[in-house]
């Protein structure tokens, strides 16, 4: 089970780091918002020469029915999700809703707040380009646009992005890691509490049973002691002949 959870985990670490290292290879979602079919078709063009994927609509509401924000037809329409783009760069004037009413519509989402919005114009009025970029665009073009101005959006979006995609990136990679790791604990906890007891543990040492000898014999010192005393108490008792055979006074006097 370690060994599986291992692989998963060394497994998981790749493919981030191969997403982490390629990420700047990958492709841009662009959604293209054009009422004019001539303007649409270049910026569509200009996009995939610079390796974008585009996605192009005629009208800010079917942006909005692209990206999941419009209520009515979310609640007609069954959609398979909100499409998932990095830009979206859009037309300035067109009919039904303006390019700076889609801006702020965006703006307001909480889901689509942070994706940058491009606004085109054939007209180079000032106050209307203020206006858009006070409102939070990113950029504001004026048409034709050229293919540097697209190469340079690109590299702007990649660069701001980069950061915030390295930054996640690595913070699955800690999370990946964490995880495993506890994994990794609690399958060692388990074998441990697995293994059997140590017999060391249940057999009492033969040094604990078996009693010294020291302990249990008396010591030479202390029965040689006795012995000595033993024989001074018997000699004691013992009358010494010189004394049984040697005449008194008394009874010396009574010879004479």
């Not at 079919?37 to 995939?48: A, Q």
């Not at 702007?156 to 990136?169: E, G, K, N, S, V």
């Not at 040689?224 to 008394?250: L, Y």
Request: charged share 25%.
């Amino acid at each position: 089970m370690a060994s599986v959870d291992m692989l998963s985990m060394h497994t998981d670490k790749l493919q981030s780091f191969k997403r982490f290292e390629h990420h700047q290879e990958e492709e841009l979602h662009v959604l293209a918002v054009d009422d004019s079919n001539i303007d649409r078709k270049v910026i569509e063009r200009l996009l995939k020469i610079s390796s974008c994927k585009v996605t192009a609509v005629d009208s800010g509401k079917r942006a909005l029915q692209l990206l999941g924000l419009d209520v009515d037809y979310n609640k007609t329409c069954s959609s398979s999700g909100a499409l998932k783009v990095n830009m979206i760069i859009t037309d300035y004037w067109m009919p039904g809703m303006t390019g700076y009413e889609l801006l702020k519509k965006i703006k307001e989402s909480s889901l689509f707040k942070e994706i940058p919005v491009v606004i085109m114009s054939s007209e180079n009025v000032l106050p209307r380009i203020n206006r858009c970029l006070e409102e939070g665009a990113e950029d504001f073009l004026v048409k034709p646009v050229q293919l540097s101005d697209v190469k340079r959006l690109k590299n702007h979006i990649i660069r701001d992005d980069y950061p915030h995609q390295q930054h996640q990136i690595m913070a699955d990679i800690k999370d990946s890691a964490i995880s495993n790791k506890r994994k990794l604990n609690d399958a060692s906890s388990d074998l441990i509490d697995n293994v059997p007891s140590s017999p060391v543990s249940t057999i009492s040492s033969p040094v604990s049973t078996i009693s010294s000898p020291s302990s249990t014999l008396s010591s030479p010192t202390s029965t040689i002691s006795s012995i000595s005393m033993a024989s001074s108490t018997k000699s004691s008792m013992i009358e010494s002949p010189s004394r049984r055979f040697r005449p008194t006074t008394d009874e010396i006097l009574s010879l004479i």
